[in-house]
């Protein structure tokens, strides 16, 4: 059974940074893609940043280009989401997900997405 736990949300001020973590469990995460989302209250999901399998290709959400930074660790079975700069509108809940059985990152929308954590809330307000 695959799981996916998310870790490292909290409150942080604006300009703030946080690291997010995503542990992954029940598959050998290094033979697929993975990524990030968040939802905020009234708003629907959005797909933030993607990593592909082999780390060659990531891509971002336009509003978090050069602010959000995708990395993972396939040893440790781990993703993680470095946000720097944070803004009062990157409140949300962030979650991981990864598109079974992809290699390679699918557009956010698609259904593919179809593992998911429970969440880390994130909060950037003074």
């Known amino acids: 059974q695959v799981q996916l736990v998310e870790s490292g949300g909290g409150l942080v001020q604006p300009g703030g940074s946080l690291r997010l973590s995503c542990a992954v469990s029940g598959l050998k995460l290094n033979y697929y893609a993975i990524g990030w989302f968040r939802q905020a209250p009234g708003k629907e999901r959005e797909g933030v940043s993607c990593?592909?399998?082999?780390?060659?290709?990531?891509y971002y959400l336009d509003s978090v280009k050069g602010r959000f930074t995708i990395s993972r660790d396939n040893a440790k079975s781990t993703v993680y989401l470095q946000m720097n700069s944070l803004k009062p509108e990157d409140t949300a809940v962030y979650y991981c997900s990864v598109p079974l059985p992809l290699e390679r990152c699918p557009p956010f929308a698609s259904p593919v997405f179809n593992a998911w954590g429970q969440g880390t809330q994130v909060t950037v307000s003074s």
């Open positions: 990593i592909s399998y082999d780390y060659g290709s990531t």
